[in-house]
């Protein structure tokens, strides 16, 4: 203990360092929330995008704001910080830098589930949405324990390496599943499915916010409260095991809030993948690897990164939108790409 | 010095080969399987919409007349479905084959590698910058997207610490079909041509017409005549590259011939069927298990039962839920996924 008396100058520094960063991507976040309030056919100044949100707005303003445009905005940032925690999560505990839910085959579980929820009560019924991060989670929750289990081997345990391509190769056999089932579907919730698919922010109402709210609200600081955990798992099973860290009970319940957040996001937002991946490898670079501060860093690079994809994916070619997603992963894959490149084996 | 000892250890581990592969069984298999083939696309003729008895199918092949519905039905629908079927399946299996021969990779796949996503994503730049453009030159652009996807992949693997291993090729490869597919979607939604790609993606042969078996027939025949032509020095280069190369051959150029090959079958395969993955996996692995490790074998032997899994999966895929046709890529996924998770259970080492 006692370094950490004469490290306390430097410490306050990082910390400093650490708030200022998390204040400048604040800032980023609001700035991105204006423009992205302005994004769409019809224009609004950011003045009155403003004077609207403090109520001073005419009918259509507020029509437009509050009910479309607000909603999306909050359900992007909501899904990037729910991806990007359970993305670093997955990647402190398997101690793999290539670990996302999408790669790992989480949010296709979650998929499927909305797909079944979606084929029950098709899309322009008055849905129980509230129901849909529950099911997402159930999916996402037994594609995890299938994979775990496949990529398990006795005396080896399960090394990083094998469980992507377990990952990879459940994905591939959930997709093909869903492709069966959207033969069964109607045109038009076909054509629904096939905009989820691709990672478009669909649940753009409050309904959505307020089905995938809870979930943030209680497993991000569920999470926060676990950075400890997280920090000695890093440092490696055996160290982990040294300093008395019941590794095994801990890692179930971070892996469970890990795949109840992916799930709850995925099944508002769409197939978005990669953001689990980018968000805390930007974050770690930005603030260093302890989760206290690398948390609610990922969280906020996450938020950013969905709501700036979003808004790039609504302005870019108006008036169609190109899907999140599609986006992110634009963006995403080559990062993947060069993290495998820089990868030792 | 070191050459001629690397040779007599190539020759030695030549002869063991030469042990372990069984030309009887071979010759079995591949009697069994063009047997098997002829009866699965007669059975694939004589099943549709209108039932049409075997007797009626032999007769519209071998004595065609033109008066006769049923005839019309089987040669401008059912004849080249089934054809095509066959070939794409030839094509995904011979190119799997030489993948796994020539860099001993025993995950390697059109598909697993990023090829058959190369070829969709040209087949979506196509479609959205060039309308109504014929299938000659549909197919050029698809070689091309093959030769695109695996150039990305082979390239960030060989830059990689650690080199290329088989696993992390695969990881690779997914990410370039997730960043194609990306991009394929982003176009198909801008230039609101999703209808007319969503046919390939979902990978069907419904569409195969005599026209594009005309076109196609040539560049895969050639390629499949180089590939058996090239099978011997495969064999070699499957013993590892210092081997064959005391023995001999010259790998680079070999490499760059099997590599062209590959990039032919499969664009020429996903011109017509789109992005269907994991038969260039199971089939060679299937033909190596019963012919043993020579690739003349192993390659002709792809030929037959490539054709005969897609054919099959045709047939399948359209008496699952009529009158509709389910995706054949989903259902070969269905074996394929298991059997991928198998091998890499396995480590994806040996070969």
């Given at each position: 203990m006692s370094h950490y008396s004469y490290l306390t100058a430097s410490q306050q520094k990082t910390r400093k360092k650490n708030l200022f960063i998390l204040s400048i991507l604040t800032i980023l976040i609001i700035i991105t929330f204006i423009i992205s309030m302005n994004t769409g056919v019809i224009k609004l100044t950011p003045m009155e995008v403003l004077s609207t949100l403090f109520g001073q707005g005419d009918a259509q303003q507020q029509l437009i704001l509050f009910e479309f445009r607000l909603p999306r905005i909050i359900v992007a940032v909501l899904v990037g910080m729910g991806l990007a925690i359970s993305g670093a999560i997955l990647q402190g505990i398997s101690r793999n830098a290539l670990a996302d839910p999408g790669i790992l085959g989480i949010n296709a579980g979650a998929g499927l589930m909305v797909m079944l929820f979606i084929s029950f009560f098709p899309a322009t019924a008055a849905a129980p949405v509230f129901l849909l991060p529950v099911l997402a989670f159930i999916g996402s929750g037994m594609t995890a324990i299938l994979i775990y289990a496949l990529s398990y081997k006795r005396h080896e345990g399960i090394t990083p390496m094998r469980l992507l391509l377990t990952g990879i190769a459940v994905a591939a056999g959930i997709s093909s599943a869903m492709i069966v089932l959207t033969l069964r579907l109607s045109p038009e919730n076909y054509q629904f499915v096939a905009t989820w698919l691709a990672g478009s922010i669909w649940g753009s109402n409050w309904k959505f916010v307020l089905a995938l709210l809870p979930w943030i609200v209680v497993l991000l600081p569920f999470v926060y409260s676990k950075s400890r955990v997280l920090n000695v798992l890093n440092l490696g099973e055996l160290t982990a095991v040294g300093l008395g860290a019941s590794i095994e009970k801990e890692r179930r319940w971070l892996l469970a809030a890990s795949v109840g957040l992916a799930g709850a996001s995925v099944s508002v937002s769409g197939g978005i993948g990669f953001v689990g991946l980018i968000a805390p490898h930007l974050a770690r670079q930005l603030v260093g690897a302890k989760h206290q501060i690398l948390l609610p860093a990922s969280a906020l690079v996450g938020g950013l990164l969905v709501l700036m994809a979003d808004t790039i994916g609504r302005s870019l070619l108006e008036p169609s939108e190109i899907p999140a997603g599609i986006v992110v992963a634009v963006l995403g894959a080559p990062y993947f790409l060069y993290l495998l490149a820089r990868l030792k084996q | 010095m070191a050459t001629s000892a690397e040779g007599l250890e190539g020759l030695e581990k030549l002869e063991e080969l030469q042990k372990r592969s069984h030309p009887i069984r071979a010759v079995v298999a591949l009697v069994v399987g063009l047997v098997g083939l002829v009866f699965a696309i007669a059975l694939s003729i004589s099943f549709g919409a209108a039932d049409i008895s075997l007797s009626t199918v032999w007769k519209a092949v071998f004595n065609f007349s033109s008066d006769l519905t049923e005839h019309q039905i089987i040669h401008e629908i059912r004849l080249p479905r089934v054809l095509g079927a066959a070939l794409v399946g030839a094509c995904f299996a011979v190119s799997g084959a030489i993948m796994q021969g020539m860099t001993r990779n025993p995950l390697a796949d059109s598909g697993l590698l990023g090829l058959n996503a190369g070829a969709a994503f040209m087949l979506a730049v196509c479609f959205a910058f060039f309308p109504g453009l014929s299938y000659m030159y549909i197919i050029m652009w698809s070689f091309l997207g093959a030769g695109l996807g695996v150039a990305i992949v082979y390239g960030v693997g060989s830059i990689a610490k650690g080199g290329l291993t088989p696993m992390r090729l695969v990881l690779a490869g997914a990410a370039v079909s997730a960043l194609l597919g990306a991009l394929g979607e982003g176009i198909a939604l801008?230039?609101?041509?999703?209808?007319?790609?969503?046919?390939?993606?979902?990978?069907?042969?419904?569409?195969?017409?005599?026209?594009?078996?005309?076109?196609?027939?040539?560049?895969?025949?050639?390629?499949?005549?180089?590939?058996?032509?090239?099978?011997?020095?495969?064999?070699?280069?499957?013993?590892?590259?210092?081997?064959?190369?005391?023995?001999?051959?010259?790998?680079?150029?070999i490499k760059v011939w099997g590599m062209i090959i590959v990039?032919?079958?499969?664009?020429?395969?996903?011109?017509?069927?789109?992005?269907?993955?994991?038969?260039?996996?199971?089939?060679?692995?299937?033909?190596?298990?019963?012919?043993?490790?020579?690739?003349?074998?192993?390659?002709?032997?792809?030929?037959?039962?490539?054709?005969?899994?897609?054919?099959l999966a045709d047939f399948i895929a359209r008496i699952i839920n009529p009158p509709y046709e389910s995706p054949i890529g989903a259902l070969i996924a269905f074996i394929g996924v298991p059997f991928f998770l198998y091998l890499a259970r396995k480590g994806g080492k040996e070969l």
């Open positions: - | 801008y230039f609101r041509i999703g209808q007319d790609l969503a046919f390939w993606y979902a990978g069907g042969v419904s569409g195969t017409k005599w026209s594009h078996l005309q076109i196609m027939g040539p560049w895969i025949l050639a390629a499949m005549i180089g590939a058996l032509i090239l099978s011997r020095s495969i064999t070699l280069l499957s013993l590892g590259e210092e081997i064959a190369i005391g023995l001999g051959q010259r790998t680079g150029i990039l032919v079958l499969a664009g020429a395969a996903v011109s017509v069927v789109g992005a269907v993955g994991f038969v260039g996996l199971i089939v060679p692995h299937l033909t190596r298990y019963i012919v043993g490790h020579d690739y003349r074998w192993i390659i002709s032997c792809s030929v037959v039962y490539g054709a005969l899994l897609v054919v």
